[in-house]
């Protein structure tokens, strides 16, 4: 079975400064991994996703998130943050391979300060 | 990308009512999914729905709890039935849609639910 694992319940970081949000997986094969961000009272959005190719991807609104295989973790990360990041992130996965749908993580809540 | 709306945004119901959500998306998709979010949880997948086939449902969820339809290629609902307060959460709709050359899973701005 897949999972997901996003081990901080919540992030603080000061606006300007650099963030990053955990996450680690399980599945079977290769994986096809996620970004979602949802905003108070509203559904979720995509930010990024690696499929295959370069590690590092790059998705809205400045955001990165680096493929490590060996760690099997896929850590969103963005250089400098701001207030309106503060947000509720999931990571997810699925295989890449055969009828799989997506498993979420928990969830990490972004909370960013003037 | 697919533009997904559910109706209603909000409700709040008694309990062993029954309330159905509507999904609707502004272009033909063959996958569609239903998902639950429980207060301060993650995401939960209810059941697929496909057009023109019955819903698979996860574990945990049956069809006489959750019965879904989905009539063609741009609508599905799904009913929540018998209420209690443990079905108060936010249900989403989602839908796979081709986009970028890949199969991508957009969603909804969700249903919240509140049982009484």
């Known amino acids: 079975a897949q999972s997901v694992a996003q081990p901080e319940d919540q992030v603080n970081v000061a606006e300007g400064n650099p963030l990053t949000v955990k996450c680690t997986y399980s599945?079977?094969?290769?994986?096809?991994l996620f970004w979602y961000v949802q905003y108070p009272n509203r559904g979720l959005q995509f930010l990024l996703k690696?499929?295959?190719?370069?590690?590092l991807v790059k998705g809205s609104y400045g955001f990165e998130a680096e493929f490590n295989k060996s760690q099997t973790s896929f850590h969103l990360k963005k250089p400098s943050a701001l207030v309106s990041d503060s947000a509720l992130y999931f990571c997810?996965?699925?295989?890449?391979?055969?009828?799989?749908?997506?498993?979420f993580g928990k969830g990490t809540m972004l909370l960013v300060s003037p | 990308s697919a533009v997904i709306s559910q109706k209603p945004s909000r409700d709040i119901c008694q309990r062993g009512t029954s309330l159905t959500i509507q999904c609707q998306v502004d272009?033909?998709?063959?996958?569609m999914f239903w998902y639950r979010q429980q207060p301060g949880q993650s995401l939960t997948l209810i059941a697929t729905?496909?057009?023109?086939?019955?819903?698979?449902?996860e574990s945990g969820f049956v069809i006489d709890k959750f019965p879904i339809s989905r009539p063609n290629l741009t609508f599905s609902t799904l009913t929540v039935s018998n209420m209690s307060p443990e079905d108060s959460s936010i249900y989403l709709c989602?839908?796979?849609?081709?986009?970028?050359?890949?199969?991508?899973?957009?969603f909804g701005p969700g249903t919240r639910l509140t049982v009484l």
């Open positions: 989602s839908v796979e849609a081709s986009w970028g050359g890949y199969n991508e899973q957009f």
């Open positions: 599945v079977s094969g290769n994986p096809y």
């Open positions: 690696y499929i295959t190719g370069d590690n």
């Open positions: 997810a996965v699925r295989a890449n391979s055969g009828y799989s749908t997506l498993t």
């Open positions: 272009s033909q998709v063959t996958m």
């Open positions: 729905a496909n057009q023109g086939s019955e819903a698979t449902y």
